[in-house]
Nanobody, 126 residues
């Protein structure tokens, strides 16, 4: 059974940094497309970044140049380094995993991901 557990959220001032982690149980982590989504109060859940099996990453325009997604296949862990944080980055952040046999790694399609974590809160104050 696949389980995802996020950690690393917290409160930070604008311009600060946070590093989110997502521990993934179950086999074949290295063969799965992984993504980070976020959802602010009253808004739709949106894709933040994806990383393909081979390590290629895609970012939402709003976070390009500030966020870095990476994966540690030896530890079954997905990471998101967030720098130069802004108040508009305030949201609950979720990691998600796509089914192994699905082609592609879409950045902003919630329906493409089967497994989700419970979320971790990030709050950025001005």
């Amino acid at each position: 059974q696949v389980q995802l557990v996020e950690s690393g959220g917290g409160s930070v001032q604008a311009g600060g940094s946070l590093r989110l982690s997502c521990a993934v149980s179950g086999s074949l982590f290295s063969a799965a497309c992984m993504s980070w989504f976020r959802q602010a109060p009253g808004k739709e859940r949106e894709g933040v970044a994806t990383i393909e099996q081979g390590g290629s990453a895609t970012y939402a325009d709003s976070v390009k140049g500030r966020f870095t997604i990476s994966r540690d296949n030896a530890r079954n862990t997905l990471l998101l380094q967030m720098n130069s944080l802004k108040p508009e980055d305030t949201a609950t952040y979720y990691c998600a995993r796509r089914l192994i046999r699905r082609a592609g790694c879409p950045i902003n399609d919630r329906s493409a991901y089967t497994y989700w974590g419970q979320g971790t809160q990030v709050t950025v104050s001005s």
